[in-house]
């Protein structure tokens, strides 16, 4: 088997679910899990998190996939349906829908429904991807009250800004204008709003990156919000190589020796997730202490300076990211974010994962 295997921490999602609930006790906490529950495993991640009142998934398999596994919380599909086939079966098996345009309304009314089905109300507040238009939310949900095929309604809306200067009230304010006129359950806040935010938390709060230990806000770690990394990805050294001054590693000639230098070649590449644009400096850590990666990194090795840690040999463990170093870490010395490099290890079907259950 090779070395490199993705730990997951059932205790670390526990605890990080715990820190929204303090910042939030008067929400319900709607768990974002999608993307395989950012790439740790859905199921898993749901028995971490089972203390949520809600989990929020992408596609109706998703859905179904955690109703068949025992989980009664409210179910909800981020995007809504994509297909009319869909809305009947979401309804039996009590799946809300998230509703963003005319069209989805219009495939609900339609649905032949043996039971009526809770639905999520999205306003385009300014992010412009998905959402009613402000003008015509206050008529459009006027027409919706007492339908007998609906049977409850949410206001929900998202942030684009809540983790940069901006901040929230340039869309806040606009929800809060259309949702003020009626007495319906209210979701506005993601991670970096329930962070940032205390006014955003309402009725739902709609946490995602701060469950997995991972920064939702550039610039600031995770242990500032005294959150715990859920995935440790670990590796080996399979190889040393002894670099004279001038020699280069890997592909390109990127990388040149300055003077002797002591190479460890490590079992992971982009093949497994980890971002092939990571530069010479991406932080690592090995028998203790850490250290850096060199040149470029290749399909399936990358490769770090093991110059000043003699002890270091063929088969010493890699910690990559997770207790030592911060996956933000990793994410902004490659030019990107955590939530990408957590996802692309669960889209990599070369790294398997282990659940750790009672560690923390």
């Known amino acids: 088997m090779r070395p490199l295997k993705a730990f997951i921490n059932q205790a670390s999602l526990r605890h990080n679910l715990a820190i929204v609930k303090q910042l939030t006790p008067k929400s319900k906490i709607m768990s974002v899990v999608k993307a395989n529950g950012y790439g740790h495993g859905l199921i898993n991640v749901a028995h971490g998190l089972s203390e949520s009142d809600g989990f929020a998934v992408l596609s109706l398999n998703e859905a179904i996939d955690l109703r068949e596994h025992g989980f009664e919380q409210t179910i909800l599909l981020l995007e809504g349906a994509f297909e009319a086939y869909e809305i009947p079966i979401a309804a039996k098996m009590r799946i809300n829908l998230v509703v963003h345009n005319i069209q989805q309304l219009q495939m609900i009314e339609h649905a032949k429904l043996n039971h009526p089905i809770d639905i999520h109300f999205k306003i385009n507040t300014g992010m412009n991807r998905l959402g009613f238009d402000p003008k015509d939310a206050k008529d459009i949900l006027k027409s919706l009250q007492n339908k007998s095929h609906i049977k409850s309604i949410t206001l929900m809306t998202h942030f684009a800004t809540a983790d940069e200067p901006r901040g929230v009230d ?31 938390h309402l009725d739902w709060v709609r946490p995602g990156i701060m469950l997995y230990g991972a920064s939702p806000i550039v610039g600031e770690k995770s242990s500032s919000f005294n959150l715990k990394p859920v995935m440790q990805l670990k590796s080996k050294i399979i190889a040393i190589q002894n670099l004279s001054k001038n020699d280069s590693i890997g592909y390109g000639d990127s990388f040149k020796a300055k003077n002797d230098m002591r190479i460890a070649v490590v079992a992971c590449g982009y093949a497994d997730g980890y971002p092939r644009h990571a530069p010479t400096g991406t932080p690592v850590f090995v028998e203790g202490k850490k250290t850096f990666t060199v040149g470029r990194v290749s399909m399936d090795m990358l490769y770090i300076d093991i110059t000043n840690i003699p002890n270091a040999s063929i088969s010493s463990d890699v910690e990559l990211w997770g207790e030592h170093i911060l996956v933000d870490e990793v994410a902004e010395k490659s030019g990107t974010v955590g939530y990408e490099l957590l996802c692309a290890i669960s889209a990599s079907i070369r790294v398997p994962m282990e659940t750790l259950y009672g560690q923390k």
């Open 170 to 200: 340039w869309q806040f304010n606009i929800f809060n204008d259309i949702a003020n006129h009626f007495n319906f359950s209210r979701s506005v806040a993601n991670s970096a709003s329930i962070l940032n935010y205390k006014s955003t």
